[in-house]
């Protein structure tokens, strides 16, 4: 399926970020998004690209600006968001498309997460430890003995650069100091198994959703960690990074000016990861002289649709870092 090709006015599109207070998030966005909410107000997630009724992003230039993507693709399969934790999520799963306690209208959720930003000793949640069953999960949860109930989980330490895939049934949890883009599909379905006996923004308990956790929760080792921008990639070159839930990711680097030509088959939905540019394309409507541009830094997400024209991403200095993600 053709995601957007149906638009009349096919072009790339600019999404202004929808920021989530968490009581887990803090202030670290500021330094991604200028537009973040001000004061004190705990943020831990950006959505930088959402067809998901829980936060559909606007399109920010152009003839369709002010629509949500919502608005006009409502079946887009795919959210990116920008996440910072001041201290560790709870611990939870998400369970696959064909399971049959999903709200109507709402898949499984597969994502990929690429850490930013680490803090020394920043760790994550990663799957069950070795030999843990479902009922020693079972009695340890009914414990609710901190310690009995951690040792239960496969702690793994993280650092910049760092790619980790979480299928459904992943039993996972971002810890304390880490900033992450996270690709996911388009769904909002969590179940918490633990969350440390901690209040929520209101300062009432969180819920739980234990019953449905153990349902879908998997007790096979993850898949492995990868460090795929620990290798040097040449410059204007895509470099396929992962495969998941029907899409494909990339990285890549944009040193000077690099023409790209869109795909009639699939859209491409870019997070600029760092660095500073502009993104260009031929417009029927506008003179050469005035070709239409998208300002580019890091946070940055633009959604190119299939069968959209040519367009060159120019770099200002240095090289601009991107994360691509396009359907497999």
């Known amino acids: 399926m053709l995601f957007l090709d149906r638009l009349h006015a096919a ?52 003839r369709l600006a002010g629509r949500t993507l919502a608005e006009l693709c409502p079946e887009f399969p795919l959210l990116i968001k920008v996440l910072s934790c001041d201290a560790d999520l709870s611990v939870q799963v998400h369970p696959p498309d064909n399971y049959p306690h999903l709200h109507a209208g709402e898949s499984g959720k ?19 430890a070795e030999g843990v069953t479902p009922d020693t999960l079972k009695h340890s949860l009914a414990s609710a003995i901190a310690a009995d109930v951690m040792s239960c989980f496969r702690r793994v330490p993280v650092a910049a650069g760092d790619l980790i895939a979480v299928p459904p049934g992943t039993v996972h949890a971002l810890g304390a100091g880490l900033v992450v883009a996270e690709v996911q599909q388009s769904s909002d379905t969590t179940y918490r198994l633990w969350d440390y006996g901690r209040l929520g923004i209101d300062g009432r308990p969180r819920e739980l959703h234990v019953e449905q956790a153990m349902d879908v929760a998997s007790y096979s080792r993850p898949p492995a960690i990868t460090r795929p921008f620990a290798f040097e990639l ?42 500073c540019g502009t993104l260009q394309w031929d417009d029927d409507e506008s003179p050469i002289s005035a070709r239409p541009r998208i300002a580019l830094r890091p946070g940055s997400c633009v959604l190119v649709p299939a069968s959209c024209p040519s367009y060159t991403i120019h770099c200002d200095h240095g090289q601009l870092g991107l994360l691509e993600i396009t359907l497999a």
């Open 110 to 128: 597969s994502e990929v997460w690429l850490v930013l930003e680490a803090a020394p000793g920043a760790s994550i949640i990663h799957g069950l």
């Open 11 to 62: 072009y790339p599109m600019l999404f202004a970020a929808e920021f989530k207070e968490k009581v887990w998030g803090g202030r670290r966005l500021k330094s991604w998004f200028d537009n973040m909410p001000p004061g004190p107000t705990p943020i831990g997630e950006a959505w930088v690209l959402s067809a998901h009724p829980s936060g559909p992003t606007r399109v920010t230039n152009g």
């Open 234 to 275: 040449g410059a204007n070159t895509p470099q396929f990074i992962c495969g998941f839930a029907g899409f494909d990711v990339w990285r890549s680097v944009c040193s000077g000016s690099w023409h790209r030509i869109g795909s009639p088959d699939t859209f491409r939905a870019t997070l600029v990861l760092s660095g």
